[in-house]
């Protein structure tokens, strides 16, 4: 799983009905890429989170049939950039 | 998922029929390599769109069987590059 | 997908028998590292075409079974590498 | 596989159910960035792993419902880096 | 597919029961990180190999049970790095 810091909720009114209305949130890995997480957990910016990708990331985000390539499942307690 | 701005149509004559008649899309991730997206939303060059890999880009490309590794899923409202 | 030329086919006499007799292609990303590829359309070396990943090169390539994890489904009518 | 040292366990007290109470451990494979792991092996700090990834990681965690992407499936008795 | 080539076995006596005695080999993509793969042929340090990741590693490895996302599934007959 990846370590991302969440930066902000993503708006796109027009979208797969798959989707539904599941939290999309914009994520930064350290050094890298923004991408888009779906929100499991229930975050807030600037929290670091871990983020499931591959095929688990479908049923972290609700289900087999969710769109999902990468989901937020856990928040870090602690987590200090060195 | 991954944040990518839609560039052009691709047109590609000669492919397996597995792949049906849906509009395929050249799209560029910021400062990265272009990749071609199966659109499932309706989108046009210019367009930040929001594409998602893995097994999941089957299912949102209309099922199980479409051999899509990205499929666009939906259009971001705002997207300012910084 | 992937963008890719092709270069050339391989030779492999010592595989596994799930392979079969399917062509394999040696293929190359722009700026990219060589890969192999399934072929599934037939195509010549120089043609640009559309390489799928991820587990729906799988079925791509013929079936469930087939372990492939990059099979080339479609051939760009034109590309210009700019 | 990948091969990574194990750092230290990460603590998230916030995190889905379907996680459980496995050990998550911060593990770095050699000048690539800090990953998560799910261990299915029982590994200290300091330990060379092996770390499957892929739909793989799911059942080597525990099960196809086990959300992971990364899970620690040995330890390699001598590594040296080079 | 990727190209790599093949450096030396793995030795780990403790892993999890999934894996067997299958084989694990250390393996080299050109300019790339090292990487621990299944060996499905039979070869030897020295030999360049066409290695198979994504789901289709697990049933190229044994069984969709098998926990690998990298298989070596074809030895390369003539291999020229230029």
Redo the contacts between chains.
Sequence with gaps: ???CQVEKT???????K??GHRP?L?VK?????????VD??GCIPGDWV?C?????????AGGK???????I??????WSEE
Excluded: C
């Design positions: 799983m990846k370590i993503l708006v796109s009114t027009n979208r797969i798959e989707m999309l914009v890995e350290k050094g890298g890429a923004r991408s888009i997480a499991a957990v871990i499931v990708g591959s095929s688990a990331a479908r049923e972290a049939d969710f769109p999902s390539d990468l989901t499942v856990g928040i870090i307690d602690h």
